[in-house]
């Protein structure tokens, strides 16, 4: 492996090493989700053909730590999209769980983003319940609210990765080579060797719509290069 390569693969690693479990703020951590998607298009532009081909496809689990699908469900196919995974949702009797299959490291972005972002709409979601709207509400519509809001707001990052995606597949291109189908073919093949029979699943219908476009709102403040802009309890990156 090249120098340059080499010298790429360290950055990724480091950057995923920045989470909040190690002392990272969320804004900094969502930063390295895309500074690891900049440098893994440069790191594959780098390599042959030959070489994308050789690397085994590998999938990654996130449990929610529920016996149902939650919020996340919104967003898992932005997240997907970002980083060049294929993704499904499974039950079991051990709970509900997310999962990402891809290249390796498109693997390790997707799952690094979706734990940012999931963590940064459950906070978002408490600074919500502090709000005059919300404490309004009866009991029984106040978890409607909550969860139209968590809701809303995964949706709209999802549709904001999309965005970010689009942007970073342009700027492929004009280096000369576009990775997008190869890398789909890759994918395809080897999912179509694992025989899973899957099938699409609604996200289910939003029943409270004030909380939904709180939850909007609130995606689209989601700064995805500083967390999330006007919030107290987040630092300002430098440089």
Same mark, same amino acid.
């Given at each position: 492996?090249?120098?340059k390569l080499e010298r790429i693969k360290e950055?990724?690693?480091r950057l995923s090493e920045m989470t909040v479990?190690?002392?990272?703020?969320?804004?900094?951590?969502?930063?390295?989700?895309?500074?690891?998607?900049?440098?893994?298009?440069?790191?594959?532009?780098?390599?042959?053909?030959?070489?994308?081909?050789?690397?085994?496809?590998?999938?990654?689990?996130?449990?929610?730590?529920?016996?149902?699908?939650?919020?996340?469900?919104?967003?898992?196919?932005?997240?997907?999209?970002?980083?060049?995974?294929?993704?499904w949702m499974s039950h079991t009797r051990d709970?509900?769980?997310?999962?990402?299959?891809?290249?390796?490291?498109?693997?390790?972005?997707?799952?690094?983003?979706?734990?940012?972002?999931? @963590?940064?709409?459950?906070?978002?979601? =408490?600074?919500? #319940?502090?709000?005059? !709207?919300? &404490?309004?509400?009866? +009991?029984?519509?106040?978890?409607?609210?909550?969860?139209?809001?968590?809701?809303?707001?995964?949706? @709209?990052?999802?549709?904001?990765?999309? =965005?970010?995606? #689009?942007?970073?597949? !342009?700027? &492929?291109?004009?280096? +000369?080579?576009?990775?997008?189908?190869?890398?789909?073919?890759?994918?395809?093949?080897?999912?179509?060797?694992?025989?899973?029979?899957?099938?699409?699943?609604?996200?289910?219908?939003?029943?409270?719509?004030?909380?939904? +476009?709180?939850?909007?709102?609130?995606?689209?403040?989601?700064?995805?290069?500083?967390?999330?802009?006007?919030?107290?309890?987040?630092?300002?990156?430098?440089?």
């Open positions: 492996m090249s120098e950055k990724i690693r479990e190690n002392g990272c703020t969320e804004a900094e951590a969502m930063t390295a989700a895309q500074k690891m998607g900049k440098f893994l298009d440069e790191h594959q532009l780098s390599m042959s053909d030959i070489e994308l081909q050789k690397q085994d496809c590998i999938e990654k689990e996130v449990w929610t730590g529920m016996t149902m699908r939650d919020h996340m469900q919104a967003c898992t196919h932005g997240v997907a999209f970002y980083s060049d995974t294929k993704p709970g509900f769980k997310y999962v990402y299959f891809g290249l390796p490291d498109d693997v390790e972005l997707a799952h690094y983003t979706h734990c940012i972002v999931n @963590r940064a709409i459950l906070e978002e979601g =408490e600074t919500y #319940k502090t709000s005059e !709207e919300y &404490m309004m509400y009866p +009991g029984s519509r106040k978890r409607q609210a909550m969860r139209a809001f968590k809701f809303g707001m995964a949706e @709209r990052i999802g549709t904001r990765l999309k =965005e970010m995606k #689009k942007a970073r597949q !342009e700027w &492929m291109k004009s280096q +000369g080579r576009d990775l997008i189908i190869l890398k789909d073919q890759l994918v395809r093949a080897s999912f179509q060797q694992l025989d899973k029979n899957l099938r699409t699943v609604r996200t289910g219908r939003i029943t409270h719509r004030a909380g939904y +476009g709180q939850g909007l709102s609130a995606g689209d403040s989601f700064n995805l290069n500083e967390g999330l802009k006007g919030s107290a309890s987040r630092k300002e990156i430098g440089g």
